[in-house]
């Protein structure tokens, strides 16, 4: 059974940094990515990491977000700095992505190909 479990959220003042958790129950087979969302809109893709460990980020959060994975803890990772009021959101973790190039490939741009989530922990930035 996948499961993934997010933590790590909290408040922070605008230029600070957070690490947001996922404990996945499959580190090596899968490919994961990085959602948010502010209520009233749809979720927003932020990072995506493949299962050969390529990453990929939206424009807005590259330079200041990391995404990685320990596959020893089958934990993925976003590393949050130089955070802004706009990063406000709920985040999630998903898996998902679709095999492509002998790999999964997880696009923060096609949110339509994660199909299992998290239940999201809570970043709050103030300016």
């Known amino acids: 059974e996948k499961y993934l479990v997010e933590s790590g959220g909290g408040s922070v003042e605008a230029g600070g940094s957070l690490i947001l958790s996922c404990k996945v129950s499959?580190?090596?087979?899968?490919?994961y990515g990085w959602f948010r969302q502010i209520p009233g809109k749809d979720k927003d893709g932020v990072a995506g990491?493949?299962?050969?460990?390529?990453?990929n980020y939206v424009d807005s959060v590259k330079g200041r977000f990391t995404i990685s994975q320990d596959t020893a803890n089958n934990t993925v990772y976003l590393h949050m700095n130089n955070l802004k009021s706009e990063d406000t959101a709920m985040y999630y973790c998903?898996?998902?992505?679709?095999?492509?190039?002998?790999?999964?490939?997880?696009?923060?741009?096609?949110?339509?190909?994660?199909?299992?989530w998290g239940q999201g922990t809570q970043v709050t930035v103030s300016s």
């Open positions: 998903a898996s998902g992505g679709r095999w492509e190039g002998g790999k999964f490939h997880c696009s923060p741009h096609r949110i339509w190909e994660f199909g299992t």
């Open positions: 499959e580190t090596n087979r899968y490919c």
């Open positions: 990491i493949d299962s050969d460990g390529s990453t």
